[in-house]
């Protein structure tokens, strides 16, 4: 087996133990629902953890993605309240998103900023932005909402007299992902990014059109937020400018655990989706035990954030010795 | 083959504030041939290839190809037109493979899907043509192939584009014999399928081993193109220097050093080596005598130092000082065994432009002491003091930053950092360079003084002058390899530009090859 898939190899792995060690420890945690659930739950971190994964495979970062979130949710929240169809407002807020992120990607490679500022500022300017659309939680009453996105999910099984289904919001993280994983791995526009992200220098002598092509990367990044805060509505059927804080960083442990290079170059999409699945067992584990407090959860998350990068960095190191 | 000339450069001119680049300088490349692109360092080889590529835009002069005249905007417009340059630091994407890294942005797709077999077909296709007596792993990361390899890459990615000319920056700089040998053939087979190469080197012997024509460089101007075989080296080398042969013939070494036999030893070297940076060399360094290592750029001087040094650590040979055998690992080691070394690049790895005089004065005290042992500030003091005294550094005070002096008297702050720890051997890398003429006298006067109180000095400079100045014995390299030793009346400019132009024909290149 080619060595550079070895951190894919042992994120698959943790997953495996984690699922196991729940299965093992309590009942029903590897059933069809909870496992429909983790891709269900954590849809919008996985749809954000996507865009961000070229992100960082460009060898960038984006912090604006939560704020961006949470101004999708608000926007639509508004929007539909004051009358526009759910599509119209969903359609309008993703080119918003797309936009956003364009103009960052043109501050980062025109004026040669670094991307941690420039997305600072722009994580600053859409949070105050949601803001000003509306400062409380505002509830979404649209029969769009309440009825068809119900009726979007598919049945899959019937468990006793439940019928399990995958909602929407599943069926929203896996187009992504594949999606994502056609883009990264069989297109140029994929290439590109991860050429970019090895070496910016020979990419530019080889040809690649650097600047175009991250700005397209934060667009994309963009685009993906704001898809992710669509996704947000769908179960929590409201908006609210001030969710998510920090959601940003969740999206950058799900790509980092998934295997993403933080200095560029190396990550893969179906990585992330292991990463933000791995972020969302620890979570359910910790719900299932019932008696640990929640933060636990970051405690472990954390550590194992910390495993990774020295595991990543121990092996890069060996690679490089040869 | 018809010897058709595609590629004319004329009167090409860049200029960069306050330099001129390239001064009106002309250049033509045929079908079928290898030129070679000769000159010193700053001789302008660098600007004119990359006024070539469109890496910069030239300021006069036009650029024609098969007989139409081109405007490269960038490097990738210059592929386009057929002209493709594979860098001395190889300039591909280390984390993808080798195949990608051939086809990159020319994948071939299918509905926009890039089509993965055909792409790896297509590299094959490109490996296949440079005719190796080995096989490259399509699969291969990048960064996982030795740097010959990654060269080899780069060519393929060249065919694969069609390209007509082939430039080759420096392309054997970081290449040991044996790879730079299959390069040649690589070169050579390109050649008999038409293709026109341009080969940028300032290794003397490679450019008879496989060029056809030669252009020298000085100074940004055009010194002449000349046919290889018609070309003797001694010109060659005078030209690039700058020296009529005549001129080269009636230099004399101008000081006489007194015997330096019977000398007590203090640094001795066998067979003392780094893969890579220099084969494996002899020499002895003695108590009050300066040595000098004298060479082209690129024929390890200062490769030597840094292995002296600890810098990049020899992989091979043994190193003694005073009858104990070392191995500086490190220059905090190498500092330990008494060396102490004035980088080449002053502002980059010499000074601490922010800091004070007297705190770049006792650094090498302090690096010596460790970071928990503070020197008392008066002592800190009296030792800044004494050293701006006795070597007449120009400063208003000992506070003043040192990145506010004179090159010369920064300089010489790093001569008194090293001073302060009292060195056995004091290594000096290009210790003038760009520092006035006045100050270069009073850096010379020290080195004498130093050699005079019993200090053992190893002197790099590319100014042979100076090393014939300065050294009553110098190491002559060539190539990496220490070509010989010069001393006494043997010892002059003429004596050693005869020795860097001389045939290598038994030379001990061949050997390290084996032992690696």
Redesign the interface.
């Known amino acids: 087996m080619?060595s550079?898939y070895l951190p894919l190899v042992i994120t698959a792995f943790v997953l495996a133990l984690l699922l196991g060690a729940g299965g093992f420890f309590f009942t029903n945690f590897i059933s069809f629902r909870v496992i429909i659930n983790l891709f269900g739950d954590n849809a919008f971190v996985g749809v954000t953890a996507v865009g961000m994964t070229f992100v960082i495979i460009s060898g960038g970062i984006d912090l604006s993605v939560a704020s961006v979130i949470a101004f999708t949710t608000i926007f639509i929240a508004q929007t539909v309240n004051n009358g526009m169809h759910p599509l119209v407002s969903m359609a309008l807020v993703l080119i918003l998103g797309l936009l956003f992120g364009a103009i960052q990607g043109w501050f980062i490679s025109y004026f040669n900023l670094p991307p941690f500022l420039v997305t600072l500022a722009g994580m600053f300017f859409a949070r105050g932005v949601g803001f000003i659309i509306n400062d409380i939680s505002v509830a979404i009453k649209h029969p769009f909402y309440s009825e068809t996105i119900r009726g979007l999910a598919i049945p899959v099984a019937q468990v006793g007299r439940a019928v399990v289904r995958i909602p929407f919001t599943a069926q929203c993280l896996i187009f992504f992902i594949l999606g994502g994983t056609?883009l990264a791995?069989?297109?140029?526009f994929g290439?590109?990014v991860?050429?970019i992200?090895?070496?910016e220098?020979?990419?530019?002598?080889?040809?690649?059109p650097v600047d175009q092509i991250k700005i397209w990367v934060y667009a994309l990044s963009g685009f993906c937020a704001t898809a992710a805060g669509c996704v947000v509505t769908f179960y929590m059927q409201s908006g609210n400018s001030s969710s998510f804080v920090g959601l940003e960083m969740d999206a950058i442990a799900a790509a980092v655990i998934g295997g993403t290079l933080l200095t560029g170059?190396?990550g893969w999409v179906a990585g992330t989706l292991m990463g933000v699945l791995i972020l969302g067992s620890i979570q359910s584990l910790i719900t299932f035990q019932g008696s640990l407090n929640n933060w636990w959860a970051k405690i472990f998350i954390g550590t194992l954030l910390f495993l990774f990068i020295s595991v990543q960095q121990l092996l890069n190191r060996r690679?490089?010795g040869? | 083959m018809e010897n058709d000339t595609f590629l004319e450069l004329k009167g090409i001119t860049k200029a960069f504030p306050g330099v001129l680049a390239l001064d009106k300088v002309s250049f033509s490349a045929k079908r079928g041939e290898v030129h070679a692109l000769c000159g010193e360092n700053g001789a302008g080889k660098s600007t004119l290839i990359k006024v070539l590529t469109g890496v910069y835009p030239g300021d006069g002069g036009k650029i024609g190809l098969d007989g139409q005249t081109i405007v490269p905007t960038?490097?990738?417009n210059a592929?386009t037109k057929g002209i493709s340059?594979v860098?001395q630091e190889?300039?591909?994407?280390?984390?993808?493979t080798v195949a990608?890294n051939i086809c990159?942005?020319r994948?071939d797709?299918l509905a926009?899907?890039?089509r993965?077999r055909r792409v790896w077909k297509r590299a094959a296709a490109a490996i296949k043509r440079l005719d190796l007596k080995f096989d490259i792993n399509l699969?291969a990361?990048l960064?996982?192939c030795s740097i010959a390899i990654q060269q080899m890459v780069a060519i393929a990615?060249a065919l694969d584009i069609d390209a007509k000319l082939l430039i080759l920056d420096e392309p054997t700089s970081s290449l040991d014999d044996a790879e730079a040998e299959e390069l040649f053939r690589i070169m050579r087979t390109l050649r008999e399928q038409g293709m026109g190469i341009v080969f940028v080197t300032h290794f003397l012997d490679q450019v008879y081993r496989v060029s056809d024509h030669i252009t020298v460089l000085r100074n940004g101007e055009l010194v002449g193109e000349f046919t290889a075989v018609e070309l003797p080296r001694l010109e060659l080398v005078s030209k690039m220097v700058g020296k009529n042969v005549e001129e080269v013939k009636k230099l004399e070494k101008r000081v006489t050093f007194t015997s330096v036999s019977g000398r007590k030893t203090v640094v001795s070297a066998r067979r003392l080596g780094r893969k890579g940076a220099i084969n494996p060399i002899d020499f002895t360094l003695n108590e009050g005598e300066v040595v000098g290592l004298a060479g082209l750029l690129g024929s390890g001087r200062s490769e030597t130092a840094n292995l002296l040094f600890g810098v990049d650590p020899a992989d091979s040979g043994e190193l003694e000082i005073d009858g104990r055998r070392i191995r500086p690992d490190s220059p905090a080691r190498a500092m330990r065994y008494g060396f102490g070394m004035l980088t080449e690049d002053r502002k980059f790895s010499g000074i601490v432009p922010n800091l004070s005089v007297r705190e770049n004065i006792i650094l090498a005290m302090q690096a010596k002491l460790g970071p928990w042992r503070k020197i008392p500030s008066r002592r800190a003091n009296e030792i800044a003091d004494q050293f701006i005294k006795a070597l007449d550094i120009k400063t208003p005070s000992r506070e003043q930053q040192i990145k506010n002096l004179s090159g010369g008297n920064q300089q010489k702050v790093i001569i008194a950092r090293w001073l302060a720890v009292h060195p056995r051997l004091l290594i000096l890398d290009e210790p003038t360079r760009g520092i006035d003429v006045g100050a270069k006298a009073e850096i010379e006067g020290l080195i004498q003084k130093l050699r005079e109180e019993g200090m053992s000095l190893l002197l790099i400079s590319s100014e042979l002058e100076e090393v014939v100045r300065n050294s009553s014995r110098v190491i002559v390299l060539r190539d990496r390899t220490k070509i010989t030793e010069l001393s006494g009346d043997n010892l002059t400019e003429r004596s050693i530009l005869e020795v860097i132009a001389s045939q290598a024909k038994d030379d001990a290149t061949k050997e390290t090859l084996k032992c690696e």
């Open positions: 080619n550079r056609l791995a069989y297109s140029r290439r590109n991860y050429a992200g090895s070496n220098t020979s990419a530019r002598l080889m040809g690649v170059g190396v690679l490089k040869r | 960038s490097p990738r592929e340059t860098y190889v300039n591909l994407i280390p984390h993808l990608e990159l942005g994948e797709r926009g899907v890039i993965w699969d990361q960064s996982d990615r």
